[in-house]
């Protein structure tokens, strides 16, 4: 029949098409058994995934030939001084270095001590989201190398209802607890201040003395960045000897007492701002800290015991600028070793890692405006001539440290008096 001829095709079909369902779910369920079998055979390894076992995930192992070059200071006062860097940031906000790299820098770097401050705003943006683990990443490699590692964040104004000015950007250091910082900056600032953070004001641009006012009224702030690595030209920028700072903020910080500050604010690899190989190193705050724990780091910035190290100068208040030059220098006239015995030098020992630069006159030489700036060589020994004059047993001196600054137009200065030995014989 041809109908029968029409319908056997079809039924032959939908009869393989049953069986073919049977079997797979047949094959669906051998499978599913054999994945719930404790005897069954693990899916294989890959070849990543041996590999982090065996290295460790993330991969931070160090370069073979990755050095620290120590900064040394001798204790000043009895104090520790501490290097810092209390901004910088992580591909977890606007950065594009890993926290692990960062530690890495900031241990060859010689410092002792660095904050991550990424952005809490970026968190919906930043790959990845967990804005927890930029400061749990870094954690075990600090430890493991010995360097400080502090909980951070760089809160920004734009977010909240009272202040407006685009440049308003505030870094909290030494916070317990980052959830808060998600709102509205007054809310941020003050819960920071409640976990008894650090507050600085970050890269300080057009307005930022009327808002500062605002937050010194208030008792939130407790430091200033004179310098931001990431700052070289623009709002408040002035140049001495040649280094981009704020230049108004020294004499702000002297005037309201609060703490100065040189950060990297590096969102980019510290190679790319730091030319390491002319002997550059990047920007440092100095914290003269009774111990080396974050505790008592905190208090010393609290304290406003901070100086701030950038471009072969330091800035801060004079008293820690004398005290640290007095603990790191020492001064003597030693005798010509020429036949013309009225020849002598000044001999300075620098203690430190930093190299002192200065212009010696005799006290009330009036030609002294003229005179040449030295180099006192870092770790080690520098003679420059002096002038003695025949008989004379004792020299009085003016010292004026020209990389040492409480201000631009206000270098240390020491006076020194000193023997004047006998020539040879
Ligand atoms: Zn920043």
């Given at each position: 029949?041809p109908?029968?001829?029409?319908?056997?095709?079809?039924?032959?079909?939908?009869g393989?098409?049953?069986?073919?369902?049977?079997?797979?779910?047949?094959?669906?369920a051998?499978?599913?058994?054999?994945?719930?079998?404790?005897?069954a055979?693990?899916?294989?390894?890959?070849?990543?995934?041996?590999?982090?076992?065996?290295?460790?995930?993330?991969?931070?192992?160090g370069?073979?030939?990755?050095?620290r070059?120590?900064?040394?200071?001798?204790?000043?006062?009895?104090?520790?001084?501490?290097?810092?860097?209390?901004?910088?940031?992580?591909?977890?906000?606007?950065?594009?270095?890993?926290?692990?790299?960062?530690?890495?820098?900031?241990?060859?770097?010689?410092?002792?001590?660095?904050?991550?401050?990424?952005?809490?705003?970026?968190?919906?943006?930043?790959?990845?989201?967990d804005?927890?683990?930029?400061?749990?990443?870094?954690?075990?490699?600090?430890?493991?190398?010995?360097?400080?590692?502090?909980?951070?964040?760089?809160?920004?104004?734009?977010?909240?209802?009272?202040?407006?000015?685009?440049?308003?950007?505030?870094?909290?250091?030494?916070?317990?607890?980052?959830?808060?910082?998600?709102?509205?900056f007054?809310?941020?600032?003050?819960?920071?201040?409640?976990?008894?953070?650090?507050?600085?004001?970050?890269?300080?641009?057009?307005?930022?003395?009327?808002?500062?006012?605002?937050?010194?009224?208030?008792?939130?702030?407790?430091?200033?960045?004179?310098?931001?690595?990431?700052?070289?030209?623009?709002?408040?920028?002035?140049?001495?000897?040649?280094?981009?700072?704020?230049?108004?903020?020294?004499?702000?910080?002297?005037?309201?007492?609060?703490?100065?500050?040189?950060?990297?604010d590096?969102?980019?690899?510290?190679?790319?701002?730091?030319?390491?190989?002319?002997?550059?190193?990047?920007?440092?705050?100095?914290?003269?800290?009774?111990?080396?724990?974050?505790?008592?780091?905190?208090?010393?910035?609290?304290?406003?015991?901070?100086?701030?190290?950038?471009?072969?100068?330091?800035?801060?208040?004079?008293?820690?600028?004398?005290?640290?030059?007095?603990?790191?220098?020492?001064?003597?006239?030693?005798?010509?070793?020429?036949?013309?015995?009225?020849?002598?030098?000044?001999?300075?020992?620098?203690?430190?890692?930093?190299?002192?630069?200065?212009?010696?006159?005799?006290?009330?030489?009036?030609?002294?405006?003229?005179?040449?700036?030295?180099?006192?060589?870092?770790?080690?020994?520098?003679?420059?001539?002096?002038?003695?004059?025949?008989?004379?047993?004792?020299?009085?001196?003016?010292?004026?440290v020209?990389?040492?600054?409480?201000?631009?137009?206000?270098?240390?200065?020491?006076?020194?008096?000193?023997?004047?030995?006998?020539?040879?014989?």
């Amino acid at each position: 029949m041809p109908s029968e001829r029409r319908l056997n095709p079809i039924n032959k079909s939908m009869g393989r098409i049953a069986a073919a369902v049977i079997l797979l779910q047949f094959l669906v369920a051998a499978f599913v058994l054999a994945q719930e079998s404790p005897g069954a055979e693990p899916a294989e390894e890959t070849t990543a995934q041996k590999l982090a076992g065996k290295y460790g995930w993330p991969y931070v192992a160090g370069h073979k030939g990755l050095s620290r070059q120590e900064i040394f200071f001798p204790l000043v006062r009895g104090l520790q001084v501490i290097k810092a860097d209390l901004h910088i940031h992580t591909i977890y906000s606007d950065g594009q270095v890993l926290p692990e790299t960062r530690v890495w820098e900031a241990w060859r770097d010689g410092l002792d001590l660095m904050v991550i401050t990424d952005h809490p705003e970026y968190l919906k943006l930043a790959l990845p989201q967990d804005r927890e683990r930029a400061y749990g990443r870094a954690l075990p490699l600090a430890r493991a190398l010995g360097l400080m590692l502090v909980r951070g964040a760089e809160l920004t104004t734009l977010s909240g209802p009272t202040y407006k000015d685009e440049d308003s950007d505030h870094v909290v250091a030494f916070i317990q607890d980052e959830s808060p910082f998600f709102g509205d900056f007054d809310t941020a600032v003050r819960s920071a201040r409640d976990q008894g953070a650090v507050i600085i004001w970050a890269h300080p641009g057009s307005r930022w003395v009327r808002d500062a006012t605002r937050l010194l009224k208030l008792g939130w702030l407790d430091g200033i960045e004179l310098r931001n690595g990431g700052r070289k030209g623009g709002k408040g920028i002035g140049y001495h000897r040649g280094e981009p700072y704020f230049s108004e903020v020294m004499d702000w910080c002297l005037d309201h007492d609060l703490a100065v500050i040189a950060s990297s604010d590096a969102h980019w690899p510290i190679d790319q701002m730091v030319d390491r190989g002319r002997g550059e190193r990047r920007e440092m705050t100095l914290v003269l800290a009774e111990r080396r724990g974050e505790t008592s780091i905190r208090e010393a910035i609290k304290a406003r015991r901070t100086l701030a190290y950038f471009g072969e100068m330091i800035w801060g208040r004079e008293e820690w600028l004398r005290a640290l030059a007095e603990s790191s220098l020492r001064f003597s006239v030693t005798p010509s070793i020429q036949e013309n015995r009225k020849r002598h030098f000044l001999s300075v020992a620098n203690s430190s890692s930093f190299p002192f630069r200065m212009k010696v006159s005799r006290a009330g030489d009036e030609s002294a405006a003229g005179l040449r700036e030295v180099r006192i060589a870092e770790r080690g020994r520098t003679v420059a001539p002096v002038s003695v004059k025949e008989g004379e047993t004792g020299v009085r001196l003016v010292i004026t440290v020209t990389n040492l600054l409480s201000g631009a137009d206000r270098p240390l200065i020491l006076e020194r008096r000193l023997q004047v030995p006998g020539g040879p014989p």
